[in-house]
C-alpha cells in the first residue's frame, strides 16, 4: 500500500502528510483552506480539488478534521470521498468523533464497497511532528492489517483496541483522563505560587516523583510563564469531553472531574481562549 489520499492539514494533519511523504508514500493531500496544501505539494505531495480528488487511485484515504459533521461532509458530501474512491479503498479517519458516528459512516461506506477503520491519535503536535504518536485502531483486523504501515509511519505505538468505533471509544477514555490531568498539573502550579514557592524548583523536585507525567513534564512550564504556544487547541478538547460526556451519559457512568474540567473549559471558550492550547485551563484557576 503506497497511494494514499490525506484530507485534513491542521496542526495534527500537515505534519502526519509530511512524515507519510518521508516514509516514502505517494500522498495527495486536500485542504479545505487550499493554501496549507502548499508546503505539502513542495515537499512532492500532489494536490486534489476535492476529497473525491484525493482518494482517486488511493488505496487508502485518511481523513483528520475537527468534529463529526466535518467528517460526515469529507466522506459523504458534493466532492465528497465516496465519489472519488473505487471499491475496496480503505478510509482510515483519524479524526477524534463520535464512536457512534462512526458505526453508522461504517455502514454507509460499507454499502458504496469502501472499508472504513477508525484511528483517533494522541501525543499532540510535538508527536505529530516527531512520527511518535499513539493510535487507537478499531475496525476488522484484517483490513487494519492491510494499512499498518500508514500508522507505523505517523505513530510509535498502534494498538488495535477492538471492532470499529472501538478507537473512538479509547479516545473518549485518553481525553477524559487527560483533561483531569491538565487540571491537576494547574492546581499545583497555583497553590505552588500561591505558597510563595520557586515553581521552577518545585516542578523539578516533584518531576521524577510519583506525579510525573506528560503534561507536568511538556505543558507545566508554560502555565508558570502564562504563555499556551497551540499544542492542542482547548476548544477541540472541550468538543472531545462532550464525546466523552455523552458516551458515560448512554453508559450510566458519572464522570464529576470531567463535568468540572468541561465547566471551566466553557468559561474560557466564552473568553476568548478556546484557540490557545489546553494548558490555558490555568487561567480558570487565576480567574478565579
Not at 35 to 50: F, I, M, N, Q, Y
Not at 72 to 79: A, D, I, N, Y
Not at 168 to 197: D, T, W
Request: charged residues 20%; aromatic residues 2%; proline residues 5%.
Amino acid at each position: 500500500m503506497r497511494r494514499i489520499g490525506f484530507v485534513g492539514l491542521g496542526t495534527m494533519g500537515a505534519p502526519m502528510a509530511r512524515n507519510l511523504l518521508s516514509a516514502g508514500f505517494a500522498v495527495t493531500v486536500h485542504n479545505r483552506t487550499r493554501v496549507k496544501e502548499e508546503p505539502l505539494a513542495a515537499l512532492g505531495a500532489a494536490r486534489a480539488a476535492t476529497p473525491a480528488d484525493a482518494a482517486r487511485d488511493a488505496e487508502a484515504v485518511v481523513v483528520i478534521v475537527s468534529d463529526t459533521p466535518d467528517v460526515e461532509q469529507v466522506l459523504f458530501g458534493p466532492g465528497g470521498v465516496v465519489s472519488g474512491a473505487g471499491p475496496g479503498t480503505v478510509v482510515i479517519d483519524m479524526s477524534t468523533i463520535s464512536p457512534g458516528a462512526t458505526r453508522s459512516f461504517g455502514s454507509r461506506l460499507a454499502e458504496a464497497g469502501l472499508e472504513l477503520v477508525d484511528a483517533p491519535v494522541s501525543g499532540g503536535s510535538e508527536g505529530a511532528e516527531a512520527a511518535t504518536l499513539t493510535v487507537m485502531v478499531g475496525g476488522d483486523p484484517t483490513v487494519i492489517g492491510r494499512v499498518r504501515p500508514v500508522f507505523e509511519a505517523v505513530g510509535s505505538k498502534v494498538t488495535h483496541v477492538g471492532p470499529l468505533g472501538a478507537g473512538q471509544a479509547a479516545k473518549a477514555v485518553n481525553q477524559v483522563i487527560v483533561g483531569g490531568m491538565y487540571l491537576a498539573v494547574a492546581e499545583g502550579v497555583a497553590l505552588a505560587e500561591g505558597s510563595g514557592l520557586d515553581v521552577e524548583r518545585v516542578l523539578e523536585a516533584i518531576g521524577s516523583g510519583a506525579c510525573r507525567s506528560w503534561v507536568l513534564e511538556n505543558r507545566s512550564r508554560n502555565m508558570v510563564e502564562r504563555r499556551h504556544p497551540l499544542g492542542f487547541r482547548l476548544a477541540l478538547h472541550r468538543k472531545d469531553l462532550g464525546i466523552a460526556l455523552d458516551e458515560a451519559r448512554r453508559a450510566n457512568v458519572n464522570l464529576p472531574l470531567s463535568d468540572l474540567v468541561a465547566h471551566l473549559e466553557d468559561r474560557l471558550v466564552a473568553s476568548g481562549l478556546g484557540d490557545q492550547d489546553v494548558s490555558a485551563l490555568m487561567e480558570a484557576l487565576r480567574k478565579g
